[in-house]
C-alpha cells in the first residue's frame, strides 16, 4: 500500500519565528520514492526475421521467428505476439516498405510491389506489425513501454493494442543453379558428352532439388550449336539478349563432319530449363542469381517466361598418349638384336595407336645421364664402345631411340605425345628407352638358388621374350611367346636381386617377364590368361589402381565409363578378382562392368560405322542392353566405334559412345 503524507487541513500547526506567526497552507497527496518503484516495465523482444526468398509463400513467412516475440513484463511474466485471422485460418500480417509504415499502417506493398497473399514476387526489405494484446488493466501510470511512443511503437487505447514492426529481407535466387564445365577429347564427337552430369537445381531455401523440370540442350536442326565465345559476354547482360555469338558447327576450322571438334580449346554452348508445370515456373530472376540465365523462349502473346537456358563451358583437350616402354636389362656380350624387347606400345584412351609391326630401334646407345629431349632432337651424341654393331661391349646403363610408326588413319592433331618427338611427315613417333647392361654375373657363387613347384606364364606386353642360358647369357634364336604357360622347377637369384626361372636343360626366363601360378608367391593370386576389354563403371569419377604386390597406385588411376584392354586376370584365396589393364596395373572386378557374367564377347575394334535409310532413326541400347530412351541416331550419319560385342544367340553390336551400343543390323561398315 502506498504511503502518502498530509500536512494542513483541518489540522493546522502555527509555527512562530522570531514572534511571528506562519500559516501552512494545505497541500496535495505526494508520493514518495518508495512509490515510484512499483511502475511496471514492458520491454518487447523481436528477433530479426529470417531471410526468405523470391517464390517463398507469404503464408509460410509469416510464422517465422514468431513464437520468439514476446513482450516480456518486469514482474516475470510475458506476453506473446499475435495478429487477426482470417476466415481460412491465415494470419492476415500486412507488408510496409519501411518500419514507420507498418506501425501506422501506411500504403501497404501488397498493390505496390506486387507481394500478394500467395507469395513473395520481389526481393527486399519489408515490415510487418508485431501486435500485442495488452493487460487489461493496462495505463501509462502503472506500465511503462519501452522504447519512444509513435516511433518505436503505437498504442491502440481501443483495442488496447501495442504494435512494433519485425524486419523481414526477401532474397532474389531461391533455385542455385550449378552448371559443371565438361571435358571432351579432341576427336571425340560431342554425342557422347552427357547432358545432364553434374546439372544441378537447388531450393536455397530448403536445399531440395527442384522438382520435375525438364532439361534438354538448345538443339537447331543441325544439332547442338557451340561458340567460340562467352554468352553472356557476347550478348552484353546476364538475361535476355538478342544477339548470339556465330555458331561454328558448320565451321570445319574447329568441327568435323561427326560432331567432333578438332582442335583443342574452351568452347562454350547453351543449357536450357524448360518449365514443366505451374508449380515449377518460379520468379525468372530466381533462376538467374549466378549470373549464368538468359531468357530462353516466351509466350508472344503474354510475355512469359516458359523456360531458361544457360551458358556451360566445354573444354577441348588433346587425346593423352601413354607409352608403355619398359626399362630393359642384359648382360655384357647379349646380342643388340636380341635385346630389342620389352613392352613397347603407345595407348590412348585405352586403346594402341601403333600399328603392326610398328616398332623399331636405333642402334646408338646414349648416356643414361642425357636429357630424353636432347637425344630425341639430336644434341646429344653417342656413347663410343657400347656396341661392337652386334653384341653389347659395355657396362653401365644407356638410352636408345625406339620409333612407334602410327596407324594410318590416326589424326596426329588429336594428340598428345608428351615426351615423344612426332616426325615431320607425322607417321610416325620417337621416344627413348632405358638399357642397363650388366656384367656376366657367372653361375652358382653368385647365385642363390630355391626349388618350388608350379607353373609360370609370360606376360602379355611383348610379343615374345628371350631366354638366357646357365651362365646367364642370351640363347640366340630362342624366346618364349607371350601368354605361354611353363612348368618350373627352381628359381635362382643374384647378388643384385635378378631372379629367373629354369624352364628346362640350361633355359632360364627373367622373373620380370612371368607371372607365378602359384598360390603361395605373388600375394597368393592364381593368375589366368585372357583377351578382352573391361569398362569402368560410373558410380564413382575414378578407379584406383593396384600394383603387382596389391598395395594401391598413387598417381594414377582410370576415369570412370573407360573402356580398357586385359590380358589377365587373378583371383586370390578371399576371393578377391582383378584385371590387369597394364604392366604392373590390376583393376578390382568390382569396379568394372563384369563382362564375364553379362553374356556378351567384347572384342577390340577400331573403325567407323554408318547407320542405314531404312528408318528415319535408330535405337541405342546402354551396357545392360537396356533401350536408351532419351536419345537416338539419325539414318545416314557415321560413328566412330572402338569395340564390338557379341552374345551368346549371336547378336552383334558396336559401342558408338560411353555406355552406347548400336545394333550391327543398324550399319554398314
Known amino acids: 500500500m502506498k504511503k502518502r503524507l498530509y500536512i494542513g487541513g483541518v489540522v493546522a500547526a502555527t509555527l512562530m519565528v522570531a514572534g511571528a506567526p506562519l500559516i501552512v497552507p494545505m497541500l496535495e497527496p505526494t508520493e514518495t520514492a518508495e512509490a515510484a518503484d512499483t511502475v511496471v516495465k514492458l520491454t518487447p523482444t523481436i528477433p530479426k526475421a529470417e531471410d526468405v526468398f523470391v517464390g517463398s509463400k507469404i503464408i509460410n513467412a509469416i510464422g517465422v521467428e514468431l513464437a520468439k516475440t514476446t513482450l516480456d513484463s518486469s514482474d516475470g511474466s510475458k506476453v506473446i505476439a499475435d495478429a487477426d485471422l482470417n476466415d481460412e485460418g491465415r494470419r492476415t500480417f500486412q507488408y510496409y516498405h519501411s518500419y514507420t509504415d507498418a506501425l501506422n499502417d501506411n500504403d501497404p506493398i501488397n498493390t505496390v510491389d506486387k507481394v500478394n497473399e500467395e507469395i513473395f514476387s520481389k526481393a527486399g526489405t519489408y515490415y510487418r506489425p508485431i501486435i500485442f494484446k495488452l493487460p487489461k488493466d493496462f495505463s501509462t501510470e502503472k506500465y511503462q513501454l519501452g522504447g519512444i511512443k509513435n516511433k518505436d511503437y503505437v498504442i491502440n487505447t481501443k483495442e488496447n493494442i501495442v504494435t512494433y514492426a519485425q524486419a523481414l529481407k526477401v532474397n532474389d535466387a531461391e533455385v542455385q543453379v550449378t552448371i559443371p564445365d565438361v571435358s571432351i577429347n579432341v576427336g571425340v564427337p560431342t554425342s557422347t558428352i552427357d547432358n545432364v552430369d553434374g546439372i544441378s537445381f537447388t531450393n536455397r531455401l530448403t536445399h531440395d532439388s527442384v522438382s520435375n523440370p525438364i532439361l534438354n540442350i538448345d538443339r537447331p536442326e543441325e544439332g547442338v550449336s557451340y561458340y567460340t565465345e562467352e554468352l553472356e559476354k557476347f550478348s552484353g547482360k546476364k538475361t535476355g539478349g538478342t544477339q548470339t555469338p556465330p555458331d561454328i558447327n558448320t565451321d570445319k576450322t574447329y568441327m568435323d563432319d561427326n560432331g567432333a571438334f578438332v582442335q583443342p580449346g574452351t568452347y562454350y554452348r547453351y543449357i536450357v530449363l524448360l518449365f514443366q508445370g505451374d508449380e515449377n515456373k518460379l520468379t525468372y530472376d530466381s533462376f538467374s542469381s549466378n549470373g549464368l540465365g538468359y531468357a530462353y523462349d516466351t509466350d508472344k502473346d503474354t510475355g512469359e517466361v516458359l523456360g531458361l537456358r544457360y551458358e556451360q563451358k566445354v573444354n577441348v583437350t588433346l587425346n593423352k598418349v601413354i607409352s608403355k616402354i619398359n626399362t630393359v636389362s642384359y648382360s655384357l656380350g647379349t646380342k643388340v638384336k636380341s635385346s630389342e624387347v620389352g613392352a613397347k606400345d603407345l595407348i590412348s584412351s585405352g586403346n594402341s595407336i601403333v600399328a603392326d609391326n610398328g616398332v623399331s630401334y636405333g642402334s646408338d646407345y646414349y648416356s643414361a645421364s642425357d636429357k630424353p629431349e636432347d637425344i630425341l632432337s639430336g644434341k ?146 592364381t593368375y589366368s590368361s585372357i583377351q578382352g576389354v573391361v569398362t569402368t563403371k560410373a558410380d564413382k569419377l575414378y578407379y584406383t589402381l593396384n600394383n603387382q604386390k596389391n598395395a594401391k597406385i598413387t598417381n594414377r588411376a582410370l576415369a570412370k565409363n573407360t573402356s580398357w584392354i586385359t590380358d589377365q586376370v587373378r583371383v586370390n584365396k578371399a576371393g578377391v578378382k582383378e584385371y590387369r589393364v597394364a604392366t604392373g596395373e590390376w583393376l578390382n572386378a568390382d569396379d568394372v562392368i563384369d563382362q564375364d557374367n553379362d553374356d556378351w564377347t567384347y572384342t577390340p575394334f577400331q573403325g567407323v560405322v554408318t547407320t542405314k535409310s531404312d528408318k528415319q532413326y535408330y535405337i541405342l541400347n546402354n551396357q545392360n542392353n537396356t533401350k536408351i530412351t532419351n536419345r537416338a541416331l539419325a539414318k545416314n550419319t557415321s560413328w566412330k566405334t572402338n569395340q564390338i560385342r557379341t552374345n551368346k544367340t549371336g547378336v552383334k553390336e558396336y559401342r558408338v559412345a560411353t555406355d552406347e551400343w548400336l545394333d550391327a543390323n543398324d550399319v554398314v561398315l
Not at 606364364?457 to 631366354?467: A, G, I, L, M, R
Open 380 to 525: 646429344s651424341s653417342p656413347v663410343s664402345n657400347a656396341t661392337d654393331g652386334t653384341k653389347f661391349t659395355k657396362t653401365g646403363s644407356f638410352y636408345r631411340i625406339i620409333k612407334f610408326n602410327l596407324k594410318s588413319d590416326l589424326n596426329t592433331s588429336y594428340y598428345d605425345f608428351g615426351d615423344g618427338k612426332l616426325s615431320d611427315d607425322k607417321t610416325s613417333v620417337e621416344y627413348v628407352q632405358k638399357v642397363n647392361i650388366q656384367s656376366n654375373s657367372g653361375s652358382s657363387p653368385n647365385w642363390t638358388i630355391a626349388y618350388p613347384t608350379g607353373t609360370i606364364t609370360t606376360k602379355n606386353d611383348q610379343d615374345s621374350y628371350p631366354v638366357v642360358n646357365d651362365n646367364d647369357q642370351i640363347i640366340e634364336g630362342t624366346t618364349i611367346p607371350r601368354n605361354t604357360s611353363l612348368k618350373i622347377d627352381r628359381t635362382r637369384t643374384d647378388q643384385t636381386g635378378n631372379k629367373q626361372y629354369h624352364i628346362a636343360n640350361n633355359e632360364w626366363i627373367s622373373a620380370n617377364y612371368v607371372v607365378f601360378n602359384q598360390d603361395n608367391e605373388d600375394g597368393d593370386w
